[in-house]
Antibody, heavy 120, light 107 residues
Framework: EVQLQQSGPELVKPGASVKISCKTS????????MHWVKQSHGKSLEWIGG????????SYNQKFKGKATLTVDKSSSTAYMELRSLTSEDSAVYYC?????????????WGQGTLVTVSA | DIVLTQSPATLSVTPGDSVSLSCRAS??????LHWYQQKSHESPRLLIK???QSISGIPSRFSGSGSGTDFTLSINSVETEDFGMYFC?????????FGGGTKLEIK
């Protein structure tokens, strides 16, 4: 069974950074692109970017370049997303989502989401 | 970026009704359009990929159609478990984008 288990909720101060993890199981980690999606206010979804765990290659939504950095640890089949220079606009739920076969960008498997709250 | 416009924003229906949800793209995206359902406090769930391809484990009452710029998600005889938000997503051009969602609620 494919599972994506994300790290717990974060309360961070403005200007700080946070690193969210997404630990996977049930499939070969290096065979599927891992994507990250932001959901603000329980409504709209935004694609942040994706990473190829096999070679570390990344693609980012221009809107999130400089804000998000995607990495992986192949030894633990875990993907990470670091968000920096946080503001209130970054308060949201962040999901990791596994891409489809052969790099296709539909998302059949999602993590449970990580709530990031930016507040002093 | 490709903008996906979903309509209506809210759809109030009675269980047993059949409904159609619309997703319109700002430019042609062929059939690179996928549909998701999201219930309150849950992660999105993939319902349909490539406009009309069914997904294993998804009830057959869900179907998709369309190509180019106009797409439809149909639910034949809505059940109480179907209420929630529905999003479309395109994978034709970077960055991948989502529609604003349609809320399916009980009348």
């Amino acid at each position: 069974e494919v599972q994506l288990q994300q790290s717990g909720p974060e309360l961070v101060k403005p200007g700080a950074s946070v690193k969210i993890s997404c630990k996977t199981s049930g499939y070969t980690f290096t065979e599927y692109t891992m994507h990250w999606v932001k959901q603000s206010h329980g409504k709209s979804l935004e694609w942040i970017g994706g990473i190829n765990p096999n070679n570390g290659g990344t693609s980012y939504n221009q809107k999130f370049k400089g804000k998000a950095t995607l990495t992986v640890d192949k030894s633990s089949s875990t993907a990470y997303m670091e968000l920096r220079s946080l503001t209130s606009e970054d308060s949201a739920v962040y999901y990791c989502a596994r891409g489809g076969d052969y790099g296709q960008a539909w998302f059949a498997y999602w993590g449970q989401g990580t709530l990031v709250t930016v507040s002093a | 970026d490709i903008v996906l416009t979903q309509s209506p924003a809210t759809l109030s229906v009675t269980p047993g009704d059949s409904v159609s949800l619309s997703c319109r793209a700002s430019q042609s995206i062929s059939n690179n359009l996928h549909w998701y359902q999201q219930k309150s406090h849950e992660s999105p769930r993939l319902l349909i990929k490539y406009a009309s391809q069914s997904i294993s484990g998804i009830p057959s009452r869900f179907s998709g159609s369309g190509s180019g710029t106009d797409f439809t998600l149909s639910i034949n005889s809505v059940e109480t478990e179907d209420f929630g938000m529905y999003f479309c997503q395109q994978s034709n051009s970077w960055p991948w984008t989502f529609g604003g969602g349609t809320k399916l609620e009980i009348k």
